[in-house]
């Protein structure tokens, strides 16, 4: 249980995930007004953050297939 746990909070798409909507939020509460320029700031954050997560989710799947391709390889036919 605290191995998984460990896992998860290493994982750098939730620091990533984290990490924008912080940024988004600070953004949104500490700014004098929300100005065009700053919500497409947020909105260029997010997105960004956004993209990241699912480039390293297709890295992840890559990773899988390759492995279980791998292991179809070596079992004897």
């Known amino acids: 249980m605290m191995e998984k746990l460990k896992e998860k909070l290493s994982s750098r798409k939730l620091w990533a995930a984290v990490l924008a909507g912080l940024s988004a939020l600070i953004m949104a509460l500490c700014g004098e007004?929300?100005?065009?320029?700053?919500?497409?700031?947020?909105?260029?954050?997010?997105?960004?953050?956004?993209?990241?997560?699912?480039?390293?989710?297709?890295v992840d799947v890559a990773r899988l297939i390759a492995e279980a391709v791998g292991a179809q390889e070596k079992e004897p036919q």
Not at 40 to 55: H, N, Q
């Open 33 to 58: 007004e929300l100005t065009p320029e700053s919500v497409a700031a947020m909105r260029c954050a997010v997105t960004a953050a956004i993209a990241y997560i699912f480039g390293e989710g297709a």
